[in-house]
């Protein structure tokens, strides 16, 4: 197998912001894998939050190159492999689970989600509203409600929270996940909380520190609205013990390591009685088709990361109105726009 | 899509019994899946213990066969179908998971292994020696160990127990499995186990009733060997429930429903930090097939099934000594002979 990666530049529509931190244009890297005349690529999405950095992914790329076999069929030996020796860089080991993912489907004829067995994808994904000025707020969620976007994620824990959410829910009725990205502190969670049932969220994520579970668990008492685990939950074995703690988890590609890795957490959750939805960061459509394609076996998407770009360098995943989906061309189904 | 089925006989070389019951000969189910010009197979072995009978699967059969709509490649949707309308009747949807998957390997031309992204199947199988009378004993072990088996399971929990053990450890160094089937009373097993620590058995299936998780907790602190699960596991639910009760399970895919619903216990019991074996009932290599396309991802494998039987009527299984493996075929890799 031969590895080759190049870094890609994409920038958002809207400088996009959390509580935590803001993103005015990033890279990423674009891994392809070829193999007996037939190419697959991946993205890497680096989070900081995890350990992962853009130097860190090609560090462990040019680490592994030699190193993968010569047969991209055998996926999970190989994924255990980079699992085993490369734990904290699952960003980079999701590429590369996508390259190979993509590779089999290339080879094969056939769409990834059909090599799983799955439904063609088609699901709702929520549109994200970043942190932003109440005025840039307004103008964000009238152009998503203008595209057609039925279901909103916002992110809270700053101060201009009810302002933004009593906004929104004067135009739009729809489902609403609100995001704390760990904002608040344990008290401040059980204030803050039970003042946002007036807006009737489908779900809270994250609401406060990722190592804090307890508080999770004691903010699920107040029966708002389910409590997710996103930062706290990075791999399989965060699902089990996060278990008893939280009402879902988010599963996000980059933290877990991609496909394989997802669909243990997706057994481990639906086993544990936990919800389950599919995230993403900022990223081309390129890393949005590994998560879509294993979309039918979860309860929320919010696969929105190409959506937020001013151009996506990568085409393949077409929307209507909130619902994104897969076509039926070989492989992972999106290509680089020509 | 087409389905047709016929039952199929089939005969252990010698008399085949546990600690509950015995089979001279046996009937099970061919389940044949026809569309577009390809086929694919699985068998079906009803097992009464779980409320599966031949009768019981056909009129399943009946009931489904116009219901599966027109397209093999959607198997979990199909199979997560077939589990709604018949969660009793695994047997049968394992026999149809197993059509499927070979259907979607027939028509891509690669074997299920490969579809799965897994290792060639490649595993040591333990080679089962069932309850008979001392004399008989002697001569299946004799024959076992002559054949090349290098790791033997057991039938304990009748009064020769001692006999034969003491006869296998007199000829046999390697790795044994003591399966009791239910045999024990709580207080007996208590009493019963400790004896068996001077035989060094590997692990210790299911010694009292499967409704007794408590006792099955208490065994595993004398320390003996790991206590396995095998009629307390049938699916993916019992998994969670056994946690913190037994070390391992055995999965049989005519109790949890083939190949999708056994992933799913893996990544469970990997996930709660449990043992996985892959067993079966006496059957042909057309079920022995699906799972051990999967053993790559446990520990054990008790896949002497059509091992048993004094005439396989499927080939493609080859046996290297205890081992045995899949080749290159598409599909599941087996045929009928002749």
Same mark, same amino acid.
């Given at each position: 197998?031969?590895? /080759?990666?190049?870094?890609?530049? $994409?920038?958002?529509?809207?400088?996009?912001?959390?509580?935590?931190?803001?993103?005015?244009?990033?890279?990423?890297?674009?891994?392809?894998?070829?193999?007996?005349?037939?190419?697959?690529?991946?993205? $890497?999405?680096?989070?900081?939050?995890?350990?992962?950095?853009?130097?860190?992914?090609?560090?462990?790329?040019?680490?592994?190159? +030699?190193?993968?076999?010569?047969?991209?069929?055998?996926?999970?030996?190989?994924?255990?492999?980079?699992?085993?020796?490369?734990?904290?860089? #699952?960003? /980079?080991?999701?590429?590369?689970?996508?390259?190979?993912?993509?590779? *089999?489907?290339?080879?094969?004829?056939?769409?990834?989600?059909?090599?799983?067995?799955?439904?063609?994808?088609?699901?709702? /994904?929520?549109?994200?509203?970043? =942190?932003?000025?109440?005025?840039?707020?307004?103008?964000?969620?009238?152009?998503?409600?203008?595209?057609?976007?039925?279901?909103?994620?916002?992110?809270?824990? =700053?101060?201009?929270?009810?302002?933004?959410?009593?906004?929104?829910?004067?135009?739009?009725?729809?489902?609403?996940?609100?995001?704390? %990205?760990?904002?608040?502190?344990?008290?401040?969670?059980?204030?803050?909380?039970?003042?946002?049932?007036?807006?009737?969220?489908?779900?809270?994520?994250?609401?406060?520190?990722?190592?804090?579970?307890?508080?999770?668990?004691?903010?699920?008492?107040?029966? =708002?609205?389910?409590?997710?685990?996103?930062?706290? *939950?990075?791999?399989?074995?965060?699902?089990?013990?996060?278990? !008893?703690?939280?009402?879902?988890? +988010? $599963?996000?590609? %980059?933290? *877990?390591?991609?496909?394989?890795?997802?669909?243990?957490?997706?057994?481990?959750? #639906? !086993?544990?009685?936990?919800?389950?939805?599919?995230?993403?960061?900022? *990223?081309?459509?390129?890393?949005?088709?590994?998560?879509?394609?294993?979309?039918?076996?979860?309860?929320?998407?919010?696969?929105?990361?190409?959506?937020?770009?001013?151009?996506?360098?990568?085409?393949?995943?077409?929307? /209507?109105? !909130?619902?994104?989906?897969?076509?039926?061309?070989?492989?992972?189904? =999106?290509?680089?726009?020509?």
């Amino acid at each position: 197998m031969k590895l /080759t990666w190049k870094r890609l530049r $994409i920038r958002p529509k809207h400088r996009f912001a959390t509580s935590q931190w803001a993103t005015d244009e990033k890279e990423t890297i674009v891994v392809r894998l070829e193999h007996g005349g037939v190419a697959g690529q991946g993205e $890497i999405v680096p989070s900081e939050l995890y350990g992962q950095s853009l130097e860190s992914a090609e560090a462990t790329l040019a680490a592994v190159q +030699n190193d993968l076999g010569d047969d991209p069929f055998r996926i999970e030996p190989i994924v255990q492999h980079l699992l085993a020796k490369f734990d904290g860089q #699952r960003a /980079t080991i999701d590429g590369l689970d996508a390259a190979l993912h993509d590779w *089999c489907g290339q080879k094969l004829g056939v769409p990834v989600w059909k090599l799983l067995g799955l439904e063609q994808p088609r699901k709702q /994904t929520t549109f994200t509203i970043g =942190v932003a000025e109440p005025e840039l707020i307004r103008v964000k969620v009238d152009e998503a409600l203008a595209a057609g976007f039925d279901a909103l994620k916002i992110k809270v824990g =700053v101060p201009d929270d009810h302002q933004t959410l009593a906004y929104i829910r004067s135009v739009f009725k729809g489902p609403l996940f609100l995001d704390a %990205n760990q904002a608040w502190k344990p008290q401040e969670a059980l204030a803050r909380i039970p003042e946002l049932a007036r807006y009737h969220p489908t779900l809270i994520e994250q609401p406060v520190d990722r190592r804090d579970w307890q508080s999770m668990a004691e903010l699920r008492k107040l029966r =708002v609205a389910p409590i997710f685990a996103d930062e706290s *939950c990075e791999r399989p074995a965060d699902v089990v013990r996060l278990h !008893g703690y939280v009402d879902g988890i +988010n $599963i996000k590609f %980059n933290k *877990c390591g991609g496909i394989r890795e997802a669909l243990r957490m997706v057994a481990l959750a #639906r !086993g544990l009685g936990m919800q389950v939805m599919l995230g993403c960061f900022v *990223c081309s459509s390129l890393s949005i088709a590994p998560p879509l394609t294993i979309a039918s076996l979860v309860d929320y998407a919010d696969l929105d990361g190409a959506l937020l770009l001013a151009e996506d360098p990568f085409e393949g995943i077409t929307r /209507t109105g !909130g619902t994104i989906q897969l076509g039926d061309r070989p492989g992972l189904g =999106v290509w680089a726009r020509g």
